[in-house]
């Protein structure tokens, strides 16, 4: 099928010509290399084509359909050519003669400007000075950044890490995965200053997750784009969708809005072996599983953004999403054999089913908001201070029926009604400010010092509510019995007062960056089925960080760093209340403490013109009172039996050391190879009972990934992508390896209006979820296969138009003024 996709985008581009000509400068007459030609669209300034000039300043750009374009000319230094040009066959140019944009003495004072740099905790990506990535799009650009991956589904990862906050402008993006991806494939590369990546963020970033930070120049005067599409796969999944772009020199608005139908399937095993205190087998069981689920979903967000002046803007956001759980079937068969209380129970069966009853009363979803204004000192500077309000609420309302029915006693069949009615309310407000100051570097525009603090307040309030109604069903009875000892029902109250402050200290190519956040979290949890389990708890945490940079003029990079995180213990954690369930119960740890943990990198990068990248990443994680959640047994007065539980508790002094390769083949901007290899220590020292020696656990672990991508003949994108993640550990738990290969594949047709993509995950079908408890006194093992393997195909339709600014005439000819949506 895919194969007919191109061979039908070949045939349509059938007919096509070649534009070529040579560019020297106009005052020394020399020819000039990496110099970008590219063609628009003259009726909507739509990217067609581009090329960049070789070493004799020549330049030629095939695969031209017969139109009318308007050509460019562009090199950072010098003045921007444009043309009006009619293509009817093989074209030639001849010579074009670019002006300079400043004085020669101007030019002799600036160094080059290296693609790849490193600044405090940033690593950068200078798209502005990468002449060959210019004709492409703000996807293209990602492809190059330090670590940075995009899929044929458009997702972006770092290094193979899916948990990264995509940052537009120093701003949190808000915007959601669709709307993000097409943001980024429409984005045209000429308007991208820089790209950012921070793999171990500094007391600036609240949390420790890896930023991407898109940070654009004003090259889009207008953007006018409907887009909509249709992803459906073989799970079965659907999910249309439809976005809306308009943004000028003074706003920037967008909206999105999906539908999708969502499915599931997975089938497991598993075994369970149980001891009591003094080491009897108390129980034995062995399952199997098979569930199937379907779920609709929703999501209408949007973003606005307004520009009051050059120093003023304030901007918006909105997102909403409900979903209903439409229905699922769930099955389990189990074979005991247990010693319950002074009975023997011994090879007897029951099953498990739980399902859904059609639609539930009310949808579950959620809805997250914010407003931020920012004002600018000065528009050249970068000294400015924002402020900013975000609201985020969620509400579950999942609902379903569990049945148990026993082959040995069908007269103790029990039918279970489960609701969850929890639901989450947060508010934040923030404040932050940035002042530079110092000498100001002419060539990266930077100065010596900067100085950035903040002020953060957040309060929020969490329900939970679960509930369990039970009905014998081989009895008369027709009505539900409340289960009053199963469930749970609490509040939980929070509020927080933080802060951060920062200073970046730049001594020509090395800069050192030291930070420190503080934070006061306040909980209060009331039980309405346990008051005196309520409880509340305050504490008062320090994050420090150091950042050093050096980079070289033949682009070494060389950074260390080290941040110091607390992570304080919920007051949920800390109460001794304890949720029942139906075999086992959960409680928290009064004697639970803070745990701590110190991080260390030190990275080394070497980048070459033609090849690509090289790099090394060591680090170390120590860790002090490191928390787990242990699974264990004990005899319960309430099950009159002996039964598992969970807990959190500390696990004591642990650490992570490893060292990380990475090798990037990057032969030119749209081919890149990349390979990386992770190799690391893991450590635990547990002790989890009075009466037993310490649980004390070493492990090698590692990972392989290699990713490969590709853009040919403008049009078509490969991609492969493959990993394996071995075994890892936890408290008294192995995590099984992983493994896997996805194979994509896009096609653009109708000049970029038509987009098909063509998905293969898991192509070899080897998604699995293996785990097993090492405890002594309660071993176990689990292994779930779930549909990975999946054909996905998506179609995408664009309308609209694109201005950069500055296509005004300037190197003859005349560009269009007023130009329509089609």
Wanted: charged share 20%; aromatic share 14%.
């Amino acid at each position: 099928m895919l194969l007919s996709i191109f061979f039908l985008g070949s045939s349509a581009m059938a007919q096509t010509y070649t534009v070529k000509g040579i560019i020297t400068d106009r005052k020394s007459g020399e020819k000039m290399p990496y110099v970008n030609a590219a063609l628009y669209r003259q009726r909507d300034t739509l990217f067609m084509r581009g090329a960049t000039t070789g070493p004799e300043g020549r330049f030629e750009i095939k695969d031209v359909a017969p139109g009318q374009y308007l050509m460019m000319v562009t090199m950072v230094g010098y003045e921007r050519w444009t043309q009006v040009t009619q293509v009817t066959g093989n074209l030639d140019l001849g010579t074009i003669a670019l002006r300079p944009g400043t004085t020669l003495k101007e030019v002799e004072v600036v160094a080059e400007k290296p693609l790849y740099t490193m600044d405090g905790e940033k690593h950068i990506y200078s798209t502005t000075d990468d002449p060959s990535i210019q004709t492409g799009t703000a996807s293209d650009a990602l492809q190059n950044a330090p670590g940075v991956e995009v899929d044929a589904d458009g997702n972006i990862t770092l290094r193979g890490t899916e948990s990264v906050d995509v940052w537009i402008n120093d701003k949190p993006s808000h915007m959601s995965g669709e709307s993000l991806k097409q943001y980024i494939r429409t984005l045209p590369a000429n308007s991208i200053e820089k790209i950012e990546v921070i793999t171990n963020p500094s007391a600036r970033y609240g949390g420790g997750t890896p930023v991407v930070n898109i940070v654009t120049n004003n090259a889009v005067k207008r953007n006018e784009f409907v887009s909509f599409g249709l992803n459906a796969s073989s799970r079965p999944e659907i999910t249309p969708w439809v976005s809306y772009v308009f943004s000028n020199e003074k706003i920037n608005f967008n909206i999105y809005a999906n539908v999708g139908y969502d499915g599931r399937n997975m089938h497991g095993d598993g075994t369970t072996v149980m001891l009591d205190p003094h080491g009897d087998t108390v129980r034995k069981e062995s399952y199997s599983t098979i569930s199937d689920d379907r779920t609709i979903n929703t999501y209408l967000g949007g973003h606005f953004n307004y520009t009051i002046n050059k120093c003023n803007d304030i901007s918006a956001y909105f997102g909403t999403y409900p979903y209903w759980n439409k229905w699922f079937n769930t099955h389990t068969t189990s074979r005991y054999e247990r010693l319950d209380g002074t009975q023997p129970f011994s090879n007897f069966d029951y099953r498990d089913s739980s399902w859904t009853d059609g639609f539930p009363d009310r949808p579950g979803g959620g809805f997250y908001g914010g407003a931020w204004y920012t004002h600018k000192f000065d528009d050249s500077t970068g000294h400015k201070i924002s402020f900013s309000y975000n609201v985020n609420s969620w509400a579950s309302n999942r609902h379903y029926f569990y049945l148990r029915s026993y082959s040995w006693q069908p007269a103790e069949d029990i039918v279970y009604e489960f609701k969850d009615l929890g639901s989450d309310y947060n508010n934040g407000f923030e404040v932050n400010y940035t002042l530079p100051f110092g000498q100001r570097n002419k060539d990266t525009k930077n100065y010596a010092n900067e100085l950035q603090a903040g002020v953060e307040f957040d309060f929020g309030r969490e329900i939970t509510h679960d509930i369990f109604d039970t009905l014998n069903i081989h009895q008369d009875s027709t009505s539900w019995v409340l289960c009053e000892y199963l469930g749970a029902y609490y509040i939980s109250h929070t509020r927080d007062l933080g802060a951060y402050l920062t200073y970046l200290r730049r001594f020509g190519n090395f800069s050192i960056k030291l930070g420190l956040r503080t934070k006061y979290a306040y909980e209060r949890v009331d039980y309405y089925d346990d008051p005196a389990s309520n409880i509340d708890t305050g504490f008062l945490s320090l994050t420090p960080s150091l950042h050093l940079s050096y980079h070289t003029k033949d682009m070494h990079d060389f950074s260390l760093s080290y941040t110091h995180r607390t992570n304080n213990p919920s007051a949920s954690s800390l109460s001794t209340y304890m949720a029942y369930n139906l075999e086992d119960y959960s409680t928290g740890n009064p004697y639970l403490k803070a745990s701590y943990s110190d991080r260390i990198e030190v990275m080394w990068d070497k980048y070459f013109d033609k090849f690509g990248s090289v790099g090394l990443q060591a680090y170390y994680t120590g860790n002090i009172n490191a928390k787990g959640a242990l699974t264990d047994v004990i005899y319960s007065d309430f099950f009159n039996r002996v039964v598992s539980y969970s807990k959190p508790i500390n696990i004591g002094s642990s650490y992570n050391a490893g060292i990380d390769a990475h090798v990037t083949y990057r032969p030119s901007a749209f081919v890149n190879v990349r390979f990386n290899a992770s190799l690391f220590y893991d450590t635990l020292d547990v002790t989890y009972r009075p009466d037993q020696p310490a649980y004390r656990n070493g492990m090698w672990c590692y990972r392989l990934r290699l990713n490969a991508w590709a853009k040919l003949w403008k049009n078509y994108q490969f991609f492969v992508n493959a990993y394996y993640r071995s075994s890892t550990q936890n408290v008294f738990r192995i995590n099984q390896s992983e493994k896997g290969v996805d194979l994509g594949a896009n096609a653009d047709f109708f000049d970029r209006r038509m987009t098909v993509k063509l998905n293969v995950s898991d192509i070899f079908n080897w998604g699995t979820w293996n785990s097993s408890i090492v405890n002594p006194f309660y071993a176990t093992t689990s292994n779930r296969k779930y549909n990975s393997r999946f054909i996905t195909l998506g179609i995408t339709f664009r309308f609209g138009k694109m201005e950069l600014a500055g296509m005004a005439q300037e190197g003859g000819g005349s560009s269009p003024n007023a130009i329509s949506l089609e």
